[in-house]
């Protein structure tokens, strides 16, 4: 589009559907270059492939597309390897409900009918995911999406399994786990959630054996239980061998309650003395440290629950069948008539609850398969301790650490129908046979019994994570030697949240090690939470999420009370979250568009834990939007009337003069050298993985330095060179400031791309041929380099001087109420160096225009000086007369106020500096900067006084 039909109003709407549609027909994020190229690989931490992204995920993905859009520019075979989780557990759980919503259960159907609904499932709601990342601009590599379930990625959990069993690191025991009596499978520790709850302690008397009864005054011992249900699969009491209250009882036995057998009494470090009586009942297969008692003492493990967690046939026939809760209040009710309850107390307790389910935990006994992860767990913490993979921040390495040297052995079997069904089969006489297929297990057992017998596959699924493991090379071609996995593993970096630090991170680490000998990546970025304004975090039951694609389009107030109350899991919730919603958002949410959203998630991305997401940022940075836009307007009604520029493959920074004429201004000097500091700081920034940084960077350049001062600047050096009566140099500097004006701000687009890929390629692709720039997009335009604009400290130097005396006037006509910009005001000098003066002669037009003042003159060492409104910029005292200007009680109160705060300022820098911890625990720089605030506070405070005094003189006259 000619840049004359650029519109006036900036429609993000508009223009980022088209762009990005363009962006994939084109095929520009396929990784490119030519073999020798370097490559940089990212892979995305796969989203559940049934669910929709949520703010938490737009954030990452920001990070990951301003990584990925860089180092594209870099010319570097760049992969953002996108894909989906089929998270079983929760893709089951909503399939489930949805038959429920029809009368059904999930055992109406057979195995193979339920996983082919979860299929249908995943097609029909799968492209959500994928229709989000692209409104949120992600340049992944569409035609390598991936998905944990399709044949590749089988393919690859299938070896790994059988690998690693072949090698003994895979195995099937009876072991205590996390059992979710409402899915009916095993959890692992990182699946459940543990808080504070309100309960009881029950303190029971078991009745001692005959024998031991004559050992003590009490026939009994008493017990603290917070569950009397499991009472029931109790095999001993233990009590500490130190504790000589219960010592001559050890190898007694006691009468168990109701359940009428004898169990011993046992000796064990384990216990308390101190925890109420110092006898506690061990139930081994039911409690993990009993199971562990259990294991050293050889005791039986008695597992008294059925899956659903009702009691079983261990239990009295009376009992059998009662849910674990009812079981509990009958057992209570039994054992109170029995005068076997000694008290009952209040007791806060931590329950554990599954995350998904939210069902209260229990430990269980059942045969599971598990990986022994010691072996494998040693190379991956040295890959951390040697440096070879960096956490950043580095304090995530600590919290790595802490977990990998206390890991324990990972069961990776789930007892559900949707994943990757465990590659196992089973005789009819217990023989167990791991292998690539069924046929290659009837071999097996061809070979182990001498003859053909029917095998039954295990029904167990796999630990969605046990795939995700594998996600860096498996998504490349493992197990085949791809040219992609020898291109793009290891992988450079991981974009990733805290919380899946020991999910995946962990697990990765210790997968590509053992399978492909290397560390997956290179570099661990961890990243904050997004919580709401408040510093909440979101949740559907709170009614305080944001959908990022309503950010971006807007939603209307009906629509978000819809979004927002329906689908409740406790509906009455819903009034209190409608209130609170029309009161946040009473006209609904204005569509700010993607690159607003992204500038925000960019500025958010502190190394803080926790990052507090307000709307009132989006709106800042749609402002910003709106401010680049119209100096892009700006900029190309300046060009189009301009003779074309050379074609290039990029505008010269700095091009040389043809005329003496054209010699660079004081402002085009600046501006280019403070665009080379720009680039700088946001190279670094992306290094460090400070998108907060880099934004900040970017955000003052654009509106503090280019639009607000550059662009103000050459307005007069343009409009004169452009007058039918111009002079030679008025044109050469018009032409040098056109010709810095679309190098910089063609630049300037290149480094905002990462983080708003939008709004700059719409504007790139209209300004690049009027500033000599050849490309078909922005996105595989060079990445600006700032050794293309050197620093040009006497520039900086002269327009900082010029900045800081046109502010100092700007806040001298805003406090003395002179805002008609056509009224000139005097300027007297004070106390001006040499260096003053020569600035002086050779920018007074630049300050005449840009602080509207009219004469200026220094003020004579003998003259007397005028009561005055001032300003300092340095040694320098800038004096705008009050005659005729200035009501002098307004303006004698405006001096005290600036005089108190400035006080307050100066004994709050002294007070630091007298602080011996400061001086001595603080940076040198920050010392150094303190000691220079304490001078200037020193200064202000001598200037307001005079200030001050003048003001009182000009009073009474």
Partial sequence: M???????????????????????????????????????????????????????????????????????????????QPGTDHAGIATQMVVERQLESEGRRRTDLSREQFVERIWAWKEQSGGTIGRQMRR??????????RFTMDAGLSRAVLEAFVRLHEQGLIYRGKRLVNWDPQLHTALSDLEVLSSEEEGSLWHLRYPLAAAAGARRAAPYVVVATTRPETMLGDTAVAVNPADERYRALIGARVRLPLAEREIPIIADDYVDPAFGSGCVKITPAHDFNDYAVGERHGLPMINVFTPEARLNAEAPARLAGLDRFEARARIVEELTAAGLIE??????????????????????????????????????????????????????????????????????????????????????????????????????????????????QDADVLDTWFSSALWPFSTLGWPDSTPELARFYPTDVLVTGFDII?????????FGLKFMNAVPFREVYVHGLILDAEGQKMSKSKGNVIDPIDVIDGISLPELLVKRTSGLMQPHLAAGIERATRKQYPQGIAAYGTDALRLTFASLATQSRELRFDLSRVEGSRYFCTKLWNAARFALRVLESAPAPTPGLVAAPAPAAKDPADAASVADRWIRSRLGATIAAVDEALRDYRFDFAASALYEFTWGELCDWYIEIVKPVLAAGAAPDASAAAQGAARCARATLAGVLETLLRALHPLM???????????????????????????????????????????????????????????????????????????????????????????????GVGDMRELAASEATPPAASALVGDLTLLVPMAGLIEPASELARLEKLLQKNTQDLARTRGRLANEEFIRNAPPEVVSQERGRLTEFERRRVGLERQMAQVRQLAAA
């Fill in 502 to 510: 020991f999910f995946w991170v962990a697990r990765m680490l210790m």
């Fill in 136 to 145: 949120l601009g992600a340049s992944v590599d569409w035609t390598r999406e």
């Fill in 343 to 456: 008290r009952i107390e209040p007791h806060k307790l931590m329950v554990p609850r599954g995350d998904r389910s939210g069902a209260v935990i229990e430990p269980y006994l059942t045969d599971q398969w598990y990986v022994r992860v010691a072996e494998l767990a040693a190379p991956a913490i040295e890959a951390v301790e040697s440096g070879h993979v960096r956490f950043v921040p580095e304090h995530w390495s600590k919290t790595y650490f802490q977990w990998m040297r206390n890991i324990q052995d990972w069961c990776i079997s789930r007892q559900l129908w949707w994943g990757h069904r465990i590659p196992a089969w089973y005789d009819g006489e217990g023989g167990v046979y791991v292998a690539r297929s069924e046929a290659e297990a009837l071999v097996q057992a061809r070979e182990r019994l001498g003859r053909d017998v029917p095998l039954t």
């Fill in 757 to 851: 890929p939008f709004i700059t390629e719409e504007i790139w692709l209209r300004l690049a041929p009027l500033a000599g720039v050849r490309g078909d997009t922005i996105m595989l335009a060079p990445w600006p380099r700032a050794a293309d604009y050197p620093r040009d400290a006497a520039a900086e130097a002269d327009v900082g001087w010029i900045r800081s005396v046109v502010q100092g006037i700007r806040q001298i006509r805003a406090e003395m109420d002179i805002n008609n910009p056509s009224h000139r005001v005097p300027l007297l000098l004070q106390h001006a160096g040499p260096l003053d003066r020569a600035r002086l002669q050779r920018h007074a037009s630049l300050l005449a225009h840009l602080a």
């Fill in 2 to 80: 000619p840049p004359s039909e650029m519109d006036k109003t900036y429609s993000p709407g508009e223009i980022e559907p088209r762009l990005y549609e363009h962006w994939e027909r084109c095929g520009y994020f396929s990784p490119r270059g030519a073999a020798s190229a370097r490559s940089y690989c990212i892979v995305i931490p796969p989203p559940n492939v049934t669910g929709t992204l949520h703010m938490g995920h737009a954030f990452q993905d920001t990070l990951m597309d301003a990584l990925t859009r860089a180092h594209r520019m870099r010319a570097e075979a760049t992969l953002w």
